[in-house]
């Protein structure tokens, strides 16, 4: 009797990194560069991306945004007259706490893909599971509030180690509070060394150019401006 | 032929609530009220805690400390001469951003229940799926900081919905902020019609000894003290 021969194809079961990659091919087609958003409740991706999207040197921006319910944060982007899709969690998709491949994959019709060079996908706010669902992205921004205290790079190491940038927001509160940056960047480097951060205050738009020329070179980086 | 009657069996496949129900009736035994605390990372549950847990009156505290990683909370309750548990939700649960009614049981043998009046279980920093998953608990108490934004009770609704006290945190800080308290309150009505609020600073101590005599409250009508 002859023994068959069973190839073991890895990674099989994992359908989430197959849509990313198929994701990812359709974002490569289009030229645009997909930047995954993440951060906990409350630290400020939405108004970081109100200074952001409307003020990038040559990038057409198009937001990707991520919601258990409502749509308060799409309609603030969208009074920008930037193209914005809405994806809740809760229709459909049995109210997840994080975006996966397939459900931005689910969206990508009613992107206008041909008409943006960046698109900002903007994960729900939390700090666990976005961080184990790629979606196609070609980079991970995170941000971090010095509201959060500086543990949280320790309590959430995989969000942190995956990221690529980490934003660390509302530096106009620091003489509000016990909260020391050097603790904070030094526990950052401790779970992700060399990873790049910026302090920044969506409110009072201090260091939030440095963030837009970050952006500014992953999309040149991608080569994808028209 | 004869049909055979079918009986449905709700909630048959619902292994958490049969868990959680396990879970308490062990606290029950015991005369152990038990608290889920909840809140999105770094509003402050820890903080609070360290406020409360010493200072309640007649009342013997035990602390269930959820993490994805590390024993930081756990560590800093400790040091206050309570009786602390850490369960890590990566460490045998595959980095689960909340905690369930299995992991709380696992960690059941561990815990000093004849010796606690009220034990407080410190979920994991998310305000999505911990909501999601009763875990025995008598109550539910949810902390929420102004540096979040007042739009959180509309975006995470189950979290708000199912609680019983949603503590406001860090009201030092509102001379700092663009925020409205009262549009907070409204939105938290919204989604929550009279669930009671209280604001408090676990900063500066404002408005806590309201949370110590809710908890004290708690216990007494569970008739435990002992």
Redesign the interface.
Same mark, same amino acid.
């Given at each position: 009797m002859h023994r068959t021969k069973v190839r073991v194809v890895e990674d099989a079961l994992d359908a989430n990194n197959t849509i990313a990659r198929a994701n990812r091919d359709d974002f490569d087609r289009d030229s645009v560069t997909a930047v995954n958003f993440m951060s906990?409740?409350?630290a400020g991706k939405t108004t970081l991306l109100e200074r952001t999207v409307t003020a990038l040197d040559g990038v057409r921006v198009g937001v990707l945004e991520g +919601?258990? %319910?409502?749509s308060?944060d799409a309609d603030r982007l969208a009074s920008l007259h930037v193209p914005v899709t809405q994806l809740n969690t809760a229709a459909g998709f049995g109210? %997840? /706490?994080h975006l996966d491949a397939n459900m931005v994959r689910s969206a990508l019709p009613e992107l206008p893909l041909d008409d943006v060079d960046l698109l900002v996908i903007e994960n729900?706010?939390?700090?666990? /599971?976005p961080a %184990?669902f790629r979606v196609g992205e070609d980079a991970r921004v995170m941000v971090c509030?010095v509201? %959060?205290?500086e +543990? &949280?790079p320790? &309590?959430?190491?995989?969000m942190f180690r995956t990221c690529d940038l980490v934003l660390v927001n &509302?530096i +106009?509160?620091l003489p509000?509070? +016990?909260f020391d940056v050097e603790k904070l960047l030094a526990n950052i480097e401790a779970v992700h060394p060399g990873v790049e951060t910026m302090l920044v205050s969506a409110?009072t738009g201090e260091g939030v150019d440095g963030f837009r020329g970050w952006l500014e070179n992953a999309v040149a980086r991608s080569g994808a401006p028209v």
């Open positions: 906990a409740p409350g +919601d258990v %319910e409502g308060m109210g %997840e /706490c729900v706010g939390n700090l666990v /599971c %184990e509030s509201t %959060e205290g +543990d &949280k320790l &309590k959430y190491p995989l &509302k +106009d509160l509000h509070l +016990d409110r």
